[in-house]
């Protein structure tokens, strides 16, 4: 829809969707307009927000927090070449995220950070690639790591480490947990290339959401109007897809494309809006107009 390319999207109650735009900064997008926010030159590859501040993070070890009240915007970077996906935290002023194989820990919002190393007692210690805070534990989903790779539960308190879900030969993109305390990820594996959304039953087993298309990976997880929706990577015409998540009859549906990977996404009343550094895709009243799928 938008010749520009995004890599995250945020919903706010003030702002429709702040959008992470392709080496270019992050801008609020409302009823098709773009205002610049914050001029970037490095990608942002989740938005979120925690207590009353919002967090970018992206390549080169990069972090933004934006406070909405000061209209403020500060910029850091952690001295790592690795691409950080993922920031996880609560209302606390607890924020986490991740660099290799450590986590970068705040309990002030973001004002100092120390360094947790929660794979030190392993030998070949995963890199992180996703994470979610609940319950006191962090939940990290790993890069594809044939000896220690899957989910993993970690508590700041006891720095008790505890294995959740191996996975030999897939990356865990994304964790959501619920308020039901069900926990769903999305994977892609490497060696069959064939991605699934899972869901942990309440017997600790996991169970594969059908879906109707083969698709290389899932990558992310995300609530709109109080639906879960997943997105993918692209496909061999260079398409990714929306699924709606329906967990009652553990079934994807397909609701829409976008050119490119679908990075994120996020929604706004009747709105979507899906990240893709090819496209920008805005949806506007989801719910009225009939989607055509490539």
Known sequence: MF???????LSTPD???????KKSGIYSFEDGKWLLQYGLSQNIYKLVRLGRFIFGI???????????????????????????????????GLIVTHGGSKLYVSRNYGSSWAVV??????????LIRSLFFSDDYIYIGT????????????S???RELKLVKRED?????????????SMLITKANVKTGEGSVEMRKADNSWICFKQPLSEKAFLDIFMANNRLHATTSRDEFGYSRIYEIHRESMTLIPIETVEGHGFRGA???????????????????RYEVPSLLH
């Open 3 to 9: 010749n520009r390319g995004s890599t995250a999207v």
């Open 15 to 21: 702002i429709p969707f702040l959008v992470a735009v």
């Open 58 to 92: 992206g390549d080169y070890g990069t972090i933004l927090r934006y406070d909405p009240y000061q209209k403020k915007w500060t910029h850091t970077t952690f001295s790592v070449p690795q691409r950080l996906w993922d920031i996880t935290g609560n209302e606390q």
């Open 117 to 126: 190393k929660p794979f030190a007692s392993l030998n070949a210690p995963p």
């Open 143 to 154: 890069q594809v790591n044939k000896k220690q790779g899957g989910v993993w539960k970690y």
């Open 156 to 158: 700041l308190l006891t």
């Open 169 to 181: 030969n897939s990356m865990v993109s994304s964790i959501h947990m619920s308020d039901r305390d």
């Open 267 to 285: 929604g706004f009343e009747d709105q979507l809006f899906i990240s893709s550094p090819v496209e920008s895709k805005w949806i506007n009243n």
